[in-house]
């Protein structure tokens, strides 16, 4: 039971029936209504606005209309005191017997605890990773893999219907120096003594097997073909071994996406989307034929002062217009992204979620902007923005450059820590905040490294029940019979601490899905965590607080409920962060 939902209805229903018996006004919005955790614990365990969010509407002071609700509620056998604060917040504090039924609610949800319908089957569009196919994963793409990845697992726990996306950048320049380089890679596979790669190329190491390949299917059947016969071959070639070697990259994080959408298929002649994009643009008057003024302070190379092909992108609320042709009347990127999520759009996406890194903070404006006016205002597009994250060994920066050949790599990271102190660090800061990944940091066993507080909270309950077994042979602590469970006996001020913190864990999944930020349910797991390692130390100093007593049989049984809950709930937050509940460390 998730005391928050159940006494925001309760509040609520208060609301009404005051209004329906003339003590309050009738029709007030009650959906505004909130019952939230104080923000301080000392006020209590939980705090509603209602007074705050209503007076207003019913022409009262908050404290008055306050003290309509708290009178009803004192009335609440769930309750033990309820109090005004400040201005007209109400604190209320709930009587002992409510936690160990709360309990005894998550024990009943079992695998299913923190799940809701909060999506009621709604599809949403989360697209994440989508690096350029020129190389394999650096660490800087991970932030934003992790990231995408994690957040889809929240939205598709809460009832969303979850499509995952990458969208292939196999259009435009970089793939033509892509084809450049993997033909260097391929002479040299023929033999030919190559030297350096020339610059502005792809120098690193991973095209050599892009070269062997088509030295294999081709012979020395390329060196004789005309040069865009060739580059288009080889394009074609480099683009699928370099996704190839994405997948498994990602696949080391395990990261699957659902469809992988090709920037190329967008232009097709057959079937041109970016046409057809500006087209229904310029049918509602969002594309015009004009000049935009020049960039503030130093001009950039390829700015060009002439009469373009625009969108009207301020009148959607961007700082500026946008071009959708370049000079030689090819499509902008812009253009390309347009018709992109256009397309998303027209597959039943009107919710899209957009990952991608920090150096994108520019483009934020203009795509809410593009799927603003291209939906006609029925599409969402929300973009999220990881920040760098700062690669350090013991304390000192690893350096990294992609196009150098020397950067380290997503598959080098995960080798040397292994998947889960990866995924989980890559969540333990906000998305917009920088992150600082230490290889030394990461493999520590200790309170410092949230990774393995977390991992060794879960083992040590599982250590619980394993010994349970052995001083009890006769108790099963596998299987736990609720209706001969009395919960009452969890009346130790640590117990109770627990159990509110593990009723905070459905709130606090809707919370992240909300907003979008995976983080939140790391940093609830690592605070559970504590508590729960914090309580077990109490333990070794006070028996009667340690969990397994075999004298008093019942209230054993008591406390082994408590470790199946913290269980099934460190279980269920670390499977949607896709890190492993381990059982034993």
Known sequence: MNPYSEFTTRVRRIVIDLGREAVLPTDLPVERVVVEPPRQADHGDLATNAAMVLAGAAKMKPRDLAARVVERLEKDPDIAEVEIAGPGFINIRLAKAWWPETLKSILEAGDRVGRSELGAGMPVNVEYVSANPTGPLHVGHCRGAVFGDA??????????????????????????????????????????????????????????????????????????????????????KAVAMMMAMIRDDLEALDIRHDVFFSEKSLADPDNDRIATAIEALREQGAVYTGKLPPPKGQLPDDWEDREQTLFRSTDFGDDVDRALLKSDGSYTYFASDIAYHLDKYQRGFANQVLVVGADHGGYVKRMTAAVNAITGGKGALDIKLC?????????????????????????????EVGKDPVRFMMLYRKNEAPLDFDFAKVKEQSKDNPVFYVQYAHARAHSVL??????????????????????????????IELIKLMAQYARTVEGAALAHEPHRLAFYLYELSSAFHSHWNKGKESPQLRFINPDKRALSKARLGLIHG?????????????????REM
Do not use: C, W
């Open 566 to 582: 913290l269980i099934l709930v460190l279980a269920s937050g670390l499977d949607i962060l896709g890190v492993d509940a381990v």
């Open 466 to 495: 394993r010994n349970a077994k052995l001083t009890i042979p006769d108790l099963d602590p596998s299987s736990l019979d609720l209706s001969e469970t009395d919960f009452s006996f969890l009346n130790d001020e640590g117990e």
């Open 151 to 236: 957040l889809a697992n929240l939205l598709e726990h809460t009832g969303y219907r979850v499509t995952r996306e990458y969208y292939i950048n196999d259009a435009g320049a970089q793939i033509d120096t892509l084809a450049k380089s993997a033909y260097h890679r391929y002479l040299e596979a023929r033999g030919e003594d190559i030297g350096d790669i020339p610059d502005g190329l792809y120098p690193g190491e991973y095209l050599i097997p892009v070269g062997k390949s088509l030295d294999q299917e081709f012979g020395e059947s390329l060196i004789k073909m005309d040069e865009k016969d060739r580059l288009a071959i080889i394009r074609e």
């Open 387 to 415: 920040q760098l994250v700062r690669l350090l060994r013991d304390g000192q920066p690893v350096k990294m450059s992609k196009r150098a050949g020397d950067f380290v790599s997503l598959r080098d990271v995960v080798e």
